[in-house]
């Protein structure tokens, strides 16, 4: 085993843990929740009167 070898293996298990986590943010089981997520920044706080009051 030399070094072209472990660099292939690095190289293969890089691609599945990037396949495995891109299923996971496109798998419809988290859609509910990382759509919550995505609509945080836009919340209106001051409407609840949480905001600072400058």
Request: glycine residues 10%.
């Amino acid at each position: 085993m030399d070094v072209n070898d472990l660099r292939s293996g690095v190289t293969v298990l890089s691609m599945l843990v990037f396949l495995g986590i891109a299923a996971w943010a496109w798998s419809r089981r988290n859609q509910s929740r990382f759509d919550e997520a995505a609509r945080l920044p836009f919340g209106d706080e001051n409407a609840r009167g949480e905001g600072d009051a400058r």
